[in-house]
């Protein structure tokens, strides 16, 4: 009987800033990056667990947090000092889009010791844009990737890489271009967390003090009238529907907006603005990022909504949250939102409006300048994309007026999360493009393999190349070494103790391998570099050879030979 193949692997690039949901600044791609981390976890199969992180310290961190996920796997670390690490697992997986940086520390190393995989977040941002052209100009292979997370997010690449490209040819008469791959696999979410029983439904209401026929309407996410999703087409539409429900049959219409606010001039301004525009509307204010009131919020609630209107938005993880709490939706038809509901069978996008190409020019400008930051820029940007509150109100009649629609809608919703979208099914699309990645190393042709003797990173090169004529000599193999008076190892422990040169330690050269050059050279006399390099196994021979120059440094030897 065959065995199965193992599940293909990565190393997971760790720092607690991608993956923690417990911060006051809580973003979109916080709860991602625990999200994926909580699904590699539990559907991967996996045997080892590589982190791939800065210090055992952080390590130590990762293996805490995972613990606290139930991870019961061996956990490896992966020194990110050390280029070639990330061959261990054959994919170093990054929760965010900067190959680049890591393709050349590769390149150093090997182009084909491992893949590289990265994932989309926003593509708004001058950083991010930034991120994505210079993939072009870096060593980033066809063995590497960079997951979009929605058909848009791929658009927006290829639009973007494509004018880049067009511009290098102009310029450079460049005709070759090498790019990752740009595969789509949607965030996922893990949907049993948001399965619920009649009496947990009822319960939520009853705690949030909701009437039993009274209708809510919840929105879930941060609460930025600049940077997610304008307020005003909801809260109109939501009057609207109000002041119907209260001439046909008096039901009330509540709205949860269960988020959180980056300040105390957003928060006035969403509630001034919830009293004035809608004050037939029951609001409530739920703090989102506490789990229990995200709870409630998805257990009381008949509807979800996000009319998102803004560029930084790709993907939208709170639309798939809904579904798997089996919500009927009205999201706007915009960005990954139109990947995930699909209209009029898990509820209903209504249409969104923007101006032509061309007539954002001075947006982009002002923003390349520095004269707005990425706040003011999307803030601007998204008041020019129009969303119909009268579409909108008449979706959220629609769903309010037939509850066994409500019901379908949600049912078919659920389905659909489940079976596209559960953590379950997305890790495996992972796994199946490292595996994919791996044959990719096997045979694809190599796009600027490294020549020898030349600085893999022209633009972070080895400092003694870039500098190369700043000193009076270099030191070679023929320099003789000589000990000064009382120089040994002693004497090297005692000078590493001063404040000014214990940041060194990290760097320095095996301290017991310099101490015993110090007291051979005391016996012996002056001595040639290359002898003394002789004297110690070949893998500390390059940090010995710069640390004698060091030594000099300190006053413990003095090099003779050329000028010196």
């Not at 090169?461 to 002693?490: K, M, N, Q, R, W």
């Not at 003394?532 to 893998?539: F, K, M, Q, T």
């Amino acid at each position: 009987m065959s065995q199965p193949k193992p599940a293909f692997n990565a190393a997971i690039r760790y720092s607690a800033e991608g993956f923690d949901t417990s911060r006051q600044k809580l973003m979109g791609r916080h709860a991602a990056g625990e999200g994926f981390l909580k699904g590699f976890l539990r559907h991967s199969g996996v045997e080892t667990l590589y982190c791939h992180a800065a210090s055992k310290e952080v390590a130590g961190q990762f293996q805490r947090v995972v613990g606290s996920f139930g991870n019961k796997t061996l956990v490896r670390w992966l020194d990110e000092a050390d280029a070639a690490s990330p061959a261990a697992a054959g994919t170093l997986y990054m929760s965010d889009p900067t190959l680049s940086a890591s393709a050349w520390r590769r390149r150093a190393v090997g182009q084909r010791l491992y893949s590289l995989c990265g994932v989309t977040h926003t593509t708004a941002s001058a950083g991010a844009m930034d991120w994505l052209v210079s993939l072009l100009a870096s060593p980033v292979q066809e063995w590497d990737a960079l997951i979009c997370t929605s058909q848009v997010v791929r658009d927006t690449i290829d639009r973007v890489l494509g004018e880049q490209q067009e511009f290098l040819a102009s310029r450079f008469g460049a005709d070759t271009f090498v790019r990752p791959q740009l595969p789509i696999i949607p965030l996922g979410v893990d949907t049993d967390n948001f399965a619920s029983t009649p009496d947990e439904r009822q319960a939520a209401r009853a705690a949030l003090g909701i009437g039993e026929t009274e209708i809510v309407v919840l929105f879930v996410g941060r609460l930025s009238f600049h940077a997610k999703a304008h307020p005003l087409p909801m809260y109109l539409a939501l009057e609207r529907v109000a002041q119907a429900l209260a001439r046909k049959d008096g039901r009330k219409l509540r709205l949860i907006q269960a988020g959180w606010f980056a300040n105390d001039f957003i928060e006035k301004a969403f509630r001034k603005g919830a009293a004035e525009f809608c004050p037939s509307v029951a609001c409530t204010f739920l703090d989102g990022r506490k789990p229990d009131l995200r709870r409630q919020a998805w257990c009381a609630a008949n509807i979800f909504t996000s009319l998102s209107d803004n560029f930084q938005e790709t993907f939208g993880l709170t639309p798939i949250e809904a579904m798997a709490a089996g919500l009927p939706g009205v999201v706007t038809d915009w960005n990954g939102y139109r990947d995930t509901l699909r209209d009029g069978i898990d509820g209903f996008r209504v249409p969104t409006l923007m101006p032509r190409n061309g007539l954002g020019r001075d947006l982009a400008d002002r923003h390349a300048a520095g004269l707005d930051s990425y706040d003011v820029y999307c803030g601007l940007t998204s008041q020019f994309v129009a969303v119909d509150p009268g579409a909108v109100a008449r979706a959220y009649m629609t769903l309010i007026e037939d509850g066994d629609l409500r019901q379908r809608m949600g049912e078919a919703a659920r389905k659909r999360a489940v079976e596209t979208f559960d953590w379950s099914v997305i890790i495996r699309q992972y796994q199946t493009l490292w595996g994919d990645l791996a044959e990719r190393r096997q045979s694809a042709s190599e796009s600027a393999p490294l020549q020898e003797n030349r600085p893999s990173h022209p633009a972070r090169a080895d400092p003694f190349f870039a500098f190369e004529t700043y000193p009076t000599d270099i030191l070679t193999p023929d320099h003789l070494v000589s000990a000064t008076p009382g120089a040994d190892g002693a004497r090297l422990q005692l000078l590493l103790h001063a404040p000014f040169l214990a940041f060194f330690k990290p760097m320095a050269p095996n301290i017991d391998d310099c101490a015993r050059v110090l007291a051979d050279l005391q016996r012996r006399g002056a001595v040639s570099v290359g002898e003394i390099l002789e004297s110690v196994p070949e893998a500390r021979r390059e940090s010995l050879e710069r640390g004698l120059v060091w030594l000099a440094k300190l006053g413990l030897v003095t090099l003779r030979g050329g000028t010196i």
